[in-house]
């Protein structure tokens, strides 16, 4: 936060003293002030403050002490302390040159005093005087230099600064906006002020996770420090450290590791190796080094930046406490408890002291005592402390805010160490719910940065923690409540992710679009409300608001819902007994998660290894959900791995070895994971020969129908089987079904056609279509996908089955081939009644180790389908211009509500993202979020013909009455039956590929 230096001051006062005092008086002054003013420009600081000095002692003698150049010369001299973090001698300066102002009684004077002493109240922690004075000056400025001046425009934004460090964050986005107006039109002469406003709002949309809005902000203020300074000025690296932690909170961590070595070094070598700034960009590099996994590399930057700390601000500055809280932290990581407890001792007594017991910074101080507590198995002291801490985030935030459940959760975890697993349950199912509420209410308003961040690094964690409850309590409670937080758990992410595509979709009905923008609008006041805290005297009525606004967003939520025909079971907690209800008689719902077990024993160590655990749960009536632990994820992904391999290498076995004996090789294959993950579940499902499985990670990638039985037999010859995101699919939407249009047919894209032939092909289908976007285009390379190879096949397929569908619709079907198997084409789709797209899937798998960008992080960009014109160079024109690769995220976005059935034929358009937890946010989960009831989807080539045939024999079979799932089997079946009569084997290669999901 920067105050009002006023130049033309010290201009003024030079020549006033030129023409008013002795000759040899003026002389001396004027060389002085002349030299002080040289000295700062040329960042040599110690030298300028000692002349500024000289220059006020001497104005005392020849004006008074209460003269405004006397009071400007000392204004100078405390602006300087404070630049170089010498704030007790700011403070005390800057106090000096106010209260010579105040005798004057001129208020524009007073109004700047007023500023420069608030701003070193704030960098001293004296955020209630700094507000108090900040206040006072904006009225001043206002008053003496007209609203729209500058001086009032640089108040605004010091005083934003305060009130977003106090937790206004609306008020300060506010006050911020209204300065950049000014500012932007003063930009010549204020480009400095401009980037800082520009970076501190920024900072205020990093805070509500708004990053999206941030990161242009954030740069565009480094690049005009640069143009102002140059690039090695200290303003540049105050700036470069804010970009550098949005780049941190976004996942670019290398990036930001470069920009804080940068900041770092650019601030030592201008105002040396002790300044207080340096502690910030410190910190900041040691939490990033944590991230990247160089935690030993973190130590040194944070001891550092605690002794800048307590050497520039003393020893009780809350930014002393915030490094000692992290300095602990990593001492508890590190196993070094009696380091980590003296620091967070230290850290909380600062906080108490400086805000009181109560204060929220002080909740999270009792937090991170009470995790080190439990490291230290010092149970009831770590009881005691989170129930502190609870109280007072209780009396700050709403009643299901994260932070809340957070200390849920830690509560659960303690009564699970003391054997108290009913109070557990209670406290986990507390924490689940408020979550879930948490994620549709707030969560589905911020940016996809900041969902992704709170999905994979508190949502997952936490759910796993509860569930490792069910898992080690192996209680009936626990089973029943877990089960529900599964059910609420799986798919959430990709839901989320997929929310702004849905709204932007249906903002597009008019009927819809007015509910919308008011359902849009009450979620963004409840994330406003519910994510900052006051210390207000409002508190009682923001807390009311936040209850109005809860009850609005559940009604105006369901009436979306209703009138969009979205499901509302998206929307709501679906409880156990609900989904129970939906289950047929004859079925079974197998809910499989891949857990990170947590030790509710050692609170040292935490987790174990993962395990897959599958929760049966039956129709409603007396049977009892049940747990089944399968084993470690360790065994059974090696299970996956190898039988995968065997799948989708068997066409050069069977020609090869002949289809008998390669089936029998796949066979040996299989029996490791069928024994793992379908024997155990066998031993529970009693008579049901209807299994709805959910399955989680690698086990979306295996067709469970393929797995042999110890009879001989195939589970598809045994059992229906059908797949479902998240058992509360099965449970019905409340919005109006629509009625289908015409079937659609994709086949055989021609992915080598030029631009040109996609445009010829975009006008004959689109007579109204712009292509004025086209025809700038210019090649920005190709994409990373690499080179389709045609489909020839697929478009006898298509023309083998269109007579089934058009006969099973009623109504004629288009089919779209070649080059007129166009992008545009799908995204015009208005709710075909069925739609098959025979083409390439893929899903872009990160490795491992790789940290995925702000757009990789989101699996829905990563999965997709190629249609014409992919192979062609990735143009870069207008919006309206279409590449060829369709992407699970544009999928959303088209209109499928009235779509039955979508048959994907094609390679691999079953997979997804399978890392543990989420299950699969591929294509199948993208075409259901569109609104798809059903989704047949392939796990593998297979040849032309055996796919034409099976699709012929699904179609006949819905055609004569069955429904999907029932079809897909028996059409599996007739082809298992013919080829062992005619091969005397029926190799799965040739017909488990095909998986449905849905209804």
């Not at 700047?112 to 900040?134: C, F, I, M, T």
Request: charged share 25%.
């Amino acid at each position: 936060m920067s105050a009002i230096i006023l130049r033309s001051l010290v201009v003024t006062a030079l020549i006033a003293l030129a023409s008013t005092a002795g000759a040899q008086d003026a002389a001396e002054v004027g060389r002085l002030v002349t030299l002080a003013s040289q000295l700062e420009k040329q960042e040599r600081f110690e030298e300028a403050i000692a002349t500024y000095n000289r220059t006020a002692e001497l104005c005392t003698q020849i004006f008074g002490l209460n003269h405004k150049y006397t009071g400007t010369m000392y204004g100078s001299s405390g602006n300087l302390y404070r630049r170089l973090g010498r704030y007790p001698e700011a403070e005390k300066t800057l106090q000096k040159s106010l209260d010579i102002f105040e005798a004057l009684g001129d208020p524009f004077l007073v109004a700047e005093g007023v500023n420069n002493l608030a701003a070193v109240k704030y960098e001293l922690g004296k955020y209630p005087d700094a507000l108090a004075l900040h206040r006072r000056s904006v009225k001043l400025f206002e008053t003496t230099s007209g609203e729209g001046s500058v001086a009032a425009a640089v108040g605004r934004s010091n005083l934003a600064g305060v009130l977003h460090q106090l937790g206004h964050s609306t008020e300060a986005a506010s006050l911020y906006r209204k300065s950049l107006k000014t500012l932007e039109a003063n930009q010549d002469t204020q480009r400095k002020r401009l980037a800082d406003t520009l970076s501190n709002l920024a900072n205020v949309y990093l805070a509500e996770g708004d990053l999206a809005r941030a990161e242009p902000l954030s740069k565009h203020a480094v690049e005009l420090k640069e143009a102002e300074f140059g690039p090695d000025h200290f303003e540049v690296a105050y700036t470069l450290n804010n970009l550098a932690t949005l780049h941190g909170h976004m996942g670019q961590y290398a990036r930001a590791d470069e920009e804080l070595q940068r900041s770092i070094r650019i601030i030592e070598s201008t105002l040396g190796p002790n300044h207080v700034e340096i502690a910030r960009s410190l910190t900041n590099l040691a939490r990033i080094r944590i991230v990247m996994d160089k935690a030993p590399e973190a130590e040194t930057p944070y001891l550092r930046a605690l002794k800048i700390r307590e050497s520039t601000l003393g020893g009780d500055h809350p930014d002393v406490a915030t490094s000692l809280e992290h300095l602990g932290s990593y001492y508890m990581i590190a196993g070094r408890y009696d380091e980590a407890e003296a620091a967070a001792l230290r850290g909380l007594q600062i906080r108490e002291k400086k805000f009181g017991e109560n204060h929220l910074s002080v909740s999270f101080s009792l937090t991170n005592l009470a995790q080190l507590r439990l490291r230290q198995n010092r149970i009831p002291d770590a009881l005691e402390l989170l129930q502190k801490a609870r109280a007072i985030r209780e009396s700050k935030f709403a009643a299901d805010h994260p932070d809340i459940a957070a200390i849920d959760m830690w509560l659960g975890w303690i009564s699970m160490h003391e054997k108290k697993s009913d109070q557990g349950v209670a406290d986990f199912d507390k924490s689940r719910r408020s979550i879930r509420h948490y994620v549709e209410q707030t969560l589905s308003v911020l940016t996809e940065p900041e969902q992704i961040v709170f999905l994979k690094e508190i949502d997952q964690p936490q759910l796993h923690t509860a569930l490792s409850a069910a898992v080690v309590s192996k209680q009936q409670s626990g089973i029943d409540a877990s089960a529900g937080w599964v059910l609420n758990g799986k798919g959430i992410a990709q839901q989320v992710l997929a929310e702004r595509a849905l709204v932007n979709r249906d903002a597009k009905n008019p009927t819809v679009a007015a509910i919308l923008e008011s359902l849009v609008a009450i979620r963004k006041q409840l994330a406003s409300l519910s994510l900052v805290s006051t210390e207000s005297a409002d508190e009682k009525a923001r807390r009311k608001k936040i209850q109005d606004l809860t009850a609005r967003e559940a009604e105006t939520a369901h009436l979306v819902n209703e009138v969009a025909g979205r499901s509302a079971s998206r929307s709501e907690y679906v409880e156990l007994d609900r989904v129970r209800r939906n289950i047929a008689d004859d079925a079974m719902l197998v809910e499989i998660v891949k857990v990170q077990v947590s030790d509710f024993v050692d609170p040292a160590r935490r987790k174990f290894p993962e395990r897959y655990i599958a929760w049966i749960i039956p129709p409603a009536g007396d049977q009892k959900v049940q747990l089944v632990d399968l084993g470690t994820a360790e065994s059974i992904d090696a299970a996956i791995i190898t039988a995968r391999e065997k799948l989708t290498g068997s066409l050069e076995q069977i020609r090869d070895q002949g289809e008998p004996d390669a089936e029998a090789e796949l066979k040996k294959g299989l029996q490791p994971l069928a024994k793992l993950v379908f024997e155990p579940l066998l031993a529970v499902l009693g008579d049901s020969q209807k299994l709805y499985i959910s399955p989680d990670a690698g086990l979306w990638l295996v067709p469970w129908g393929a797995l042999p039985l110890a009879n001989g037999k195939y589970a598809v010859e045994q059992f229906d089987i059908r797949y479902v995101i998240s058992g509360r699919d099965l449970v019905p939407g409340s919005g109006a079904a629509a009625a289908g249009t015409r079937p659609i047919l994709m086949a055989d894209p021609n992915y080598d056609a030029t631009p040109k032939e996609i445009q010829t092909a975009t006008l004959q289908l689109f007579k109204n279509r712009s292509t004025a976007g086209n025809q700038q285009a210019t090649p920005a390379g190709k994409n990373r996908l690499g080179t389709a190879p045609r489909l020839p096949g697929t478009k006898s397929e298509a023309k083998a089955i269109q007579p089934k569908i058009e006969s099973l619709a009623n109504t004629e079907a288009y089919l779209y081939t070649d080059q007129w198997a166009l992008e545009a084409v799908f995204k015009s789709l208005r709710q075909p009644q069925i739609l098959v797209i025979s083409t390439h899937g893929f899903f872009r798998e990160l490795a491992a180790e790789e940290a995925p960008s702000a757009a990789d992080a989101n699996p829905l960009l990563r999965c997709g389908l190629l249609l014409a014109g992919c192979n062609q160079p990735v143009q870069v024109a207008s919006e309206d211009d279409e590449d060829g690769i369709l992407t699970g995220l544009e999928i959303v976005a088209t209109d499928l509500r009235g779509t039955d059935l979508v048959v994907l034929s094609a390679c691999e358009t079953g997979l997804g993202e399978v890392r543990g937890g989420e299950g699969v946010a591929g294509l199948r989960q993208a075409f259901q979020l569109a609104g798809a009831k059903s989704v047949v989807a392939t796990l593998w080539q297979i040849p032309d013909r055996e796919t034409a045939r099976l699709m012929t024999e699904f179609f006949t079979q819905l055609a004569e009455g069955s429904d999907r799932s029932a079809a897909l089997r028996q059409a599996q079946l007739k082809i298992i039956s013919s080829r062992r009569e005619r091969n005397e084997a029926a190799h799965p290669f040739f017909w488990a590929a095909f998986t449905i999901t849905g209804q």
